[in-house]
């Protein structure tokens, strides 16, 4: 029988990971799991309370070997076949919450991995709750964790608090890239790595877990060890950043969430919409979430994003703007422009341009900081 191992790296968090664990014991199928947790030199206790638990298999290092090549560790240590599934140690999960995951990601081959919605995260992974209580989130859970195949999405990237994927993938990709060591953007690596060699992402918005955040560089007990903590993590998550940026060679707003998408309306849900600078298609997902009937597609100027971006919506690469009608089909409904369209050369010719390839009605979207202009063609 295929199990999940579930692989956790520990640093100075002992409560969570306690918390973490016992949710897991609490709240996942029996026999269909192991638990691995890789201890990075932990000085708070950690390792003496899990060296008492039975059903966890611990790798103690004697240094902080970082999150990426701690993950790395856990999963060389998982029994072999098995679903491998990286959770963040400060996670509480909930009723039927790894049912549901391994439901997503055997629903099809080229699916290669999984995640979840939490209450704390970037990405668009986060939803709003308003439980204050462990029995209040368990409650929420309940009512909220129903398998649901209308509710899982195709995704660019996946946030690594929760990352369940097929042992093939692990086979054929091996591990984290460990140049991200402690970490931060491993998580976005890996996603692009898998989406590259040919599997889909899926985001499983039926599914919910909590996720207190970056546990590890927190420590509230005292306010100049923790505004210290935050100023590292601040640079660590920078000069990743560079590194996946120069590494994958997209641009840096491939991950940011472009709020000019909500301009359109209720009544544009089932409209032929085309975005352009979208990027590997997060705006693309987001909108095929809210409104699973628009037509979606988009534009790039950029051949990596092309080559990169989800292949679940037409996307075509344009090499300047000079040239952007080639890329459009005529008798469009919506276009919007995404970003700061004040850097676009010969910007009223193209503009001109795209007005042209819009239905007779059509609307074109374009901004510069936060103004929206709507364009209807007359």
Same mark, same amino acid.
């Given at each position: 029988?295929?199990?999940?191992?579930?692989?956790?790296?520990?640093?100075?968090?002992?409560?969570?990971?306690?918390?973490?664990?016992?949710?897991?014991?609490?709240? !996942?199928?029996?026999?269909?799991?192991?638990?691995?947790?890789?201890? /990075?030199?932990?000085?708070?206790?950690?390792?003496?309370?899990?060296?008492? +638990?039975?059903?966890?298999?611990?790798?103690?290092?004697?240094?902080?070997?970082? =999150?990426?090549?701690?993950?790395? +560790?856990?999963?060389?240590?998982?029994?072999?076949?098995?679903?491998?599934?990286?959770?963040?140690?400060? $996670?509480?999960?909930?009723?039927?919450?790894?049912?549901?995951?391994?439901?997503?990601?055997?629903?099809?081959?080229?699916?290669? #991995?999984?995640?979840?919605?939490?209450?704390?995260?970037?990405?668009?992974?986060?939803?709003?709750?308003? %439980?204050? !209580?462990?029995?209040?989130?368990?409650?929420?859970?309940?009512?909220?964790?129903?398998?649901? !195949?209308?509710?899982?999405?195709?995704?660019? $990237?996946?946030?690594?608090?929760? =990352?369940?994927?097929?042992?093939?993938?692990?086979?054929?990709?091996? @591990?984290?890239?460990?140049?991200?060591?402690?970490?931060?953007?491993?998580?976005?690596?890996?996603?692009?790595?898998?989406?590259?060699?040919?599997?889909?992402?899926?985001?499983?918005?039926? $599914?919910?877990?909590?996720?207190?955040?970056?546990? *590890?560089?927190?420590?509230? *007990?005292?306010?100049?060890?923790?505004?210290?903590? +935050?100023?590292? =993590? #601040? @640079?660590?998550?920078?000069?990743?950043?560079?590194? =996946?940026? /120069?590494?994958?060679?997209?641009?840096?707003?491939?991950?940011?969430?472009?709020?000019?998408?909500?301009?359109? +309306?209720?009544?544009?849900?089932?409209?032929?919409?085309?975005?352009?600078?979208?990027?590997?298609?997060?705006?693309?997902? %987001?909108?095929?979430?809210?409104?699973?009937?628009?037509?979606?597609? @988009?534009?790039?100027?950029?051949? $990596?994003?092309?080559?990169? #971006?989800?292949?679940?919506?037409?996307?075509? %690469?344009?090499?300047?703007?000079?040239?952007?009608?080639?890329?459009?089909?005529?008798?469009?409904?919506?276009?919007?422009?995404?970003?700061?369209?004040?850097?676009?050369?010969?910007?009223?010719?193209?503009?001109?341009?795209?007005?042209?390839?819009?239905?007779?009605?059509?609307?074109?979207?374009?901004?510069?900081?936060?103004?929206?202009?709507?364009?209807?063609?007359?």
């Amino acid at each position: 029988m295929r199990k999940t191992s579930i692989i956790i790296v520990s640093y100075n968090t002992q409560e969570y990971t306690r918390l973490c664990i016992e949710s897991i014991r609490a709240y !996942t199928s029996k026999k269909k799991y192991e638990i691995i947790v890789v201890d /990075n030199a932990s000085e708070d206790g950690s390792v003496d309370w899990l060296r008492q +638990q039975k059903d966890v298999k611990l790798l103690e290092n004697r240094e902080n070997v970082g =999150f990426p090549a701690g993950c790395n +560790q856990g999963m060389q240590a998982a029994t072999f076949g098995n679903d491998l599934l990286l959770l963040n140690s400060d $996670t509480i999960v909930t009723p039927r919450w790894l049912d549901n995951l391994h439901r997503a990601l055997y629903s099809a081959d080229k699916v290669g #991995a999984v995640s979840c919605v939490t209450n704390n995260c970037s990405n668009q992974q986060a939803i709003d709750v308003s %439980y204050q !209580t462990m029995e209040d989130l368990i409650a929420f859970s309940e009512d909220y964790n129903h398998s649901d !195949t209308q509710k899982w999405y195709t995704w660019p $990237t996946l946030v690594g608090f929760c =990352f369940l994927l097929k042992y093939e993938v692990y086979e054929k990709l091996g @591990g984290l890239d460990e140049r991200y060591s402690p970490g931060n953007y491993e998580d976005d690596d890996y996603s692009f790595a898998i989406r590259q060699a040919g599997w889909r992402l899926l985001l499983c918005t039926d $599914t919910f877990i909590h996720h207190y955040g970056s546990a *590890s560089f927190k420590d509230e *007990s005292d306010p100049e060890k923790a505004r210290v903590k +935050q100023e590292l =993590f #601040a @640079g660590i998550l920078q000069e990743n950043k560079e590194k =996946f940026l /120069n590494k994958w060679q997209v641009k840096y707003d491939y991950k940011v969430f472009h709020g000019m998408t909500g301009v359109l +309306q209720s009544e544009d849900a089932k409209k032929q919409v085309l975005l352009i600078r979208c990027s590997v298609g997060l705006d693309l997902c %987001y909108l095929h979430r809210k409104y699973p009937q628009m037509r979606l597609s @988009g534009i790039v100027f950029n051949e $990596t994003e092309a080559r990169l #971006a989800v292949r679940d919506f037409p996307i075509r %690469y344009v090499s300047d703007w000079e040239k952007i009608t080639a890329g459009i089909p005529a008798r469009q409904d919506i276009i919007l422009i995404l970003g700061d369209s004040l850097d676009i050369p010969n910007r009223e010719a193209v503009l001109a341009k795209l007005r042209h390839r819009l239905h007779s009605k059509g609307k074109l979207f374009y901004g510069e900081g936060r103004c929206v202009f709507c364009e209807k063609r007359e």
